[in-house]
């Protein structure tokens, strides 16, 4: 039907696109609108912060370590530095929606929580993460809403690579 070459160079093509294209998707780092600015159900209390810390520290102290900087002991291991939950001013910048949906879905370098998390348990979450961040809830959609910076000496985020694939050193 084709010639021979043609042939293989649209099959490579094809499933090339939807990898390119399923990456893509599944990076995105903005939460749909109605979700950016959804109120956080839950309301923050000292009792709240203490039970999600046990949480926090199953499942994101590895990455972004103990005090919420962004130095766990698997964040060396990882192409781009976790968000440092106490960087004040970069943490205002984004909505308690955002904070949920990054935890929901996950980022690029980092697993999403949709299914091993309860959906309130999110929620809590983020309650934790305005008190490491001394940030208030939030529901007000910004423009400024930047990934973390990359260390020094990496060059920031790398789109196009699959989760699977660790990046060169
Ligand atoms: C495997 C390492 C890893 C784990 C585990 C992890 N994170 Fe992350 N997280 C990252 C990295 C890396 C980033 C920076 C964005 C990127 O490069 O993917 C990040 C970014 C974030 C952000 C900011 C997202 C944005 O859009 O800027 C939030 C919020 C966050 N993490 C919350 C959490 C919470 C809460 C947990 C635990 C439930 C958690 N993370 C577990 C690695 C991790």
Same mark, same amino acid.
């Given at each position: 039907? &084709?010639? $021979? ?6 099959? /490579?093509?094809? *499933?090339?696109?939807?990898? +390119? ?38 499942? &994101?102290? $590895? ?6 900087? /962004?130095?766990? *002991?698997?964040?060396?291991? +990882? ?91």
């Amino acid at each position: 039907m &084709c010639e $021979r070459s043609g042939c293989r160079s649209l099959k /490579g093509i094809i *499933p090339t696109f939807l990898v +390119l294209l399923s990456i893509a998707l599944g990076n995105e780092r903005g939460a749909p609108a109605s979700i950016a600015r959804m109120k956080n159900p839950v309301t923050s209390s000292p009792e709240l912060l203490e039970k999600v810390q046990a949480t926090y520290e199953k499942n &994101c102290l $590895r990455c972004h370590g103990a005090g919420g900087t /962004g130095d766990g *002991p698997a964040a060396a291991t +990882l192409p781009t530095r976790p968000r440092n939950f106490t960087d004040t001013k970069q943490m205002a910048t984004m909505t308690d929606g955002q904070l949920y949906w990054a935890i929901t879905k996950g980022t690029q370098w980092m697993p999403a929580f949709e299914k091993k998390l309860p959906d309130l348990e999110r929620w809590r979450l983020v309650c934790l993460l305005r008190a490491l961040s001394k940030t208030r809830p939030n529901a007000t959609v910004q423009r400024e809403n930047r990934p973390s910076p990359a260390p020094p000496g990496m060059t920031g985020q790398y789109p196009f690579w699959p989760k699977r694939l660790t990046a060169p050193r």
